[in-house]
Nanobody, 118 residues
Framework: VQLQASGGGLVQAGGSLRLSCAVS????????MSWIRQVPGKEREVVSC????????YYADSVKGRFAISRDSAKNTMYLDMSSLKPEDSAVYYC????????????WGQGTQVTVSS
């Protein structure tokens, strides 16, 4: 199983980035997919989640209205479109998969760094 996150980088405040998470080795639609970010010294934050089974999405209050999650079953890929980025969005962003009906994440990607300069 492999989750390959990409798309991070350095961007100015107010800018945009698109993160991608390419998934292989699992039946993509059987899993809820999430973006989770972490800043050193702080707890992980679940930024956004998407589930194919019921079409549901979740956004942390801190990103609502600025981030958009999507998934492409044909490409086994999840995306996170981030706009109006703020310095406090700087973090390592991980993609993770959770089998539908379970509470714990089963597989994680390696993370991609997002740095937003002020």
């Amino acid at each position: 199983v492999q989750l390959q996150a990409s798309g991070g980088g350095l961007v100015q405040a107010g800018g945009s980035l698109r993160l991608s998470c390419a998934v292989s080795g699992i039946t993509f639609d059987d899993y809820a997919m999430s973006w989770i970010r972490q800043v050193p010294g702080k707890e992980r934050e679940v930024v956004s989640c998407t589930s194919k089974s019921d079409g549901s999405t979740y956004y942390a209050d801190s990103v609502k209205g600025r981030f958009a999650i999507s998934r492409d079953s044909a490409k086994n890929t999840m995306y996170l479109d981030m706009s109006s980025l703020k310095p406090e969005d700087s973090a390592v962003y991980y993609c993770a998969s959770r089998r539908i009906g379970r509470s714990s994440y089963e597989y994680w990607g390696q993370g991609t760094q997002v740095t937003v300069s002020s």
